[in-house]
């Protein structure tokens, strides 16, 4: 089992662009860093891993930060739970930029993915949890 967590804002994949003058897709400099920042934080933590090839589970969950200008009363219900994040990054752009920065790095292929959980939640300090879990064949 690895579990990590990515600080700092929360960023979603951006869909490729095209570059007009010639005509090629790229994908934004702002998703490769965050992916490049995911693989990271991931190798801190865990240095001397090996790629599996089992099948896993990846448990995501994104924690965004609570605007200043909430009331005392809102911001505790959003840290107990009782409001969740309703606002961009979509969730399933959270889902494709954390699977994609380890897909061929954590794992040799993301078909290898069997199990996902992903969830929003408000706190403090922005931030990013991965867990991923080796499942028994």
Same mark, same amino acid.
């Given at each position: ?37 995911? +693989?990271?934080?991931? $190798?801190? &933590? ?11 589970? =990846? @448990?995501? /969950? ?12 809102? +911001?505790?219900?959003? $840290?107990? &739970? ?11 752009? =959270? @889902?494709? /930029? ?40």
């Amino acid at each position: 089992m690895f579990e990590f967590e990515i600080p700092g804002e929360i960023v979603g994949k951006a869909r490729p662009r095209m570059n007009t003058r010639t005509g090629k897709a790229y994908t934004p400099t702002k998703t490769k860093t965050y992916e490049y920042l995911i +693989r990271q934080w991931f $190798l801190y &933590n865990y240095p001397d891993f090996e790629m599996t090839l089992s099948s896993v589970k =990846i @448990t995501i /969950i994104a924690y965004f930060n609570i605007p200043k200008s909430m009331s005392n009363k809102k +911001r505790e219900k959003m $840290l107990n &739970n009782e409001i969740r994040p309703m606002k961009k990054p979509d969730i399933d752009n =959270i @889902t494709k /930029i954390v699977l994609d920065a380890l897909n061929k790095f954590v794992y040799k292929d993301d078909t290898q993915v069997i199990e996902l959980e992903v969830k929003k939640y408000y706190a403090d300090l922005p931030k990013v949890y991965v867990k991923i879990e080796e499942l028994e064949e």
